[in-house]
């Protein structure tokens, strides 16, 4: 099931726009979301309600390309602070809050402790994607991924948009709900001529524009080792850069987080900030 919440949008000072949608506790502990490399400002039902009993308000932010956030071009993932910054300003947010990266939302969490360091306390990375851009985290690979990521630094982006057309038309024609969050998503990302993940692709494998060393927040992060998607040893070698990280081991052989990594992510956000 789908937490329905109201989509809105922030125009930022040169024209860009940015949707966002709140869902959990209204009020409650203030955490930036960042969905996958298929998603928008929709959720599911479940971690809203996980969110809204742990007293945490998540503020989902959809990337360029997604959901009702028209496409942007963007140099890097260091970018993505300086988009953000314009949306609390306009919003009643507080000034102090955590983030939360799911899969290839990941990098953008890692930016936005980095690029607003004074404002972001944790960050919790569920399956994140790590630092392929460094060729020792990408070596954990598969050769046919490390092939793709060459092919996403070096193809245009007519090219990339339709290789991720192909990809993902595929993987629709394998969901079965279509009133369910990823065909909600692959239909956004189709009306954006499939611009969201060719860029994330692109900029995955772009050096990031900062360095991991300056994420100096605690960071909280869960993967299988069994992901099928996100190798567990390139984690691992990526997060060894980190100055205070912690990697939960999830049971669940899956990219997809289990229900015990959900309560875990929560109890982590509603509880009270170390201070270090």
Same mark, same amino acid.
């Given at each position: 099931?789908?937490?329905?919440?109201?989509?809105? +949008?922030?125009?930022?000072?040169?024209?860009?726009?940015?949707?966002?949608?709140?869902?959990?506790?209204?009020?409650?502990?203030?955490?930036?979301?960042?969905?996958?490399?298929?998603?928008?400002?929709?959720?599911?039902?479940?971690?809203?309600?996980?969110?809204?009993?742990?007293?945490?308000?998540? !503020?989902?932010?959809?990337? #360029?390309? =997604?959901? &009702?956030?028209? #496409?942007?071009?963007? *140099? *890097?993932?260091?970018?993505?602070?300086?988009?953000? %910054?314009?949306? !609390?300003? $306009? @919003?009643?947010?507080?000034?102090?809050?955590?983030?939360?990266? /799911?899969?290839?939302?990941? #990098? =953008?969490? =890692?930016? /936005?402790?980095?690029?607003? $360091?004074?404002?972001?306390?944790?960050? &919790?990375?569920?399956?994140?994607?790590? $630092?392929?851009? %460094?060729?020792? +985290?990408?070596?954990?690979? &598969?050769?046919?991924?490390?092939?793709? =990521?060459?092919?996403? @630094? *070096?193809?245009?982006?007519?090219?990339?948009?339709?290789?991720?057309?192909?990809?993902?038309?595929?993987?629709?024609?394998?969901?079965?709900?279509?009133?369910? /969050?990823?065909?909600?998503?692959?239909?956004?990302?189709?009306?954006?001529?499939?611009?969201?993940?060719?860029?994330?692709?692109? @900029?995955?494998? $772009?050096?990031?524009?900062?360095?991991?060393?300056?994420?100096?927040?605690?960071?909280?992060?869960?993967?299988?080792?069994?992901?099928?998607?996100?190798?567990? %040893? &390139? +984690?691992?070698? *990526?997060?060894?850069?980190?100055?205070?990280?912690? /990697?939960?081991?999830?049971?669940?052989?899956?990219?997809?987080?289990?229900?015990?990594?959900?309560?875990?992510?929560?109890?982590?956000?509603?509880?009270?900030?170390?201070?270090?």
């Amino acid at each position: 099931m789908t937490s329905v919440a109201p989509v809105q +949008v922030v125009t930022l000072s040169d024209g860009g726009v940015v949707a966002y949608a709140r869902h959990g506790a209204p009020g409650g502990r203030l955490v930036v979301m960042h969905h996958g490399l298929v998603g928008n400002t929709e959720m599911d039902a479940g971690w809203a309600a996980l969110a809204a009993k742990a007293g945490v308000e998540l !503020l989902v932010l959809a990337r #360029p390309g =997604y959901g &009702a956030s028209p #496409p942007r071009a963007m *140099s *890097s993932v260091a970018d993505w602070p300086a988009c953000v %910054e314009a949306v !609390l300003e $306009r @919003l009643e947010v507080p000034e102090r809050f955590d983030v939360l990266g /799911l899969s290839a939302g990941a #990098p =953008y969490a =890692y930016a /936005l402790a980095a690029g607003l $360091r004074a404002r972001v306390e944790r960050v &919790a990375i569920v399956s994140g994607v790590p $630092r392929v851009c %460094e060729p020792d +985290v990408l070596a954990h690979y &598969a050769e046919v991924n490390q092939a793709a =990521y060459a092919g996403f @630094l *070096s193809a245009d982006d007519e090219t990339l948009r339709s290789q991720f057309e192909g990809w993902l038309q595929v993987l629709a024609s394998t969901v079965e709900d279509e009133d369910g /969050l990823m065909a909600a998503a692959l239909r956004d990302i189709q009306h954006h001529g499939y611009a969201g993940p060719a860029r994330e692709a692109r @900029l995955q494998a $772009r050096p990031w524009g900062f360095r991991m060393e300056d994420v100096h927040q605690q960071v909280e992060l869960w993967h299988a080792r069994g992901d099928d998607q996100v190798p567990f %040893e &390139a +984690v691992k070698t *990526s997060i060894r850069q980190l100055p205070r990280a912690r /990697l939960n081991i999830q049971e669940h052989p899956s990219h997809m987080p289990s229900e015990e990594t959900a309560r875990a992510v929560f109890r982590f956000l509603s509880s009270p900030v170390a201070r270090s």
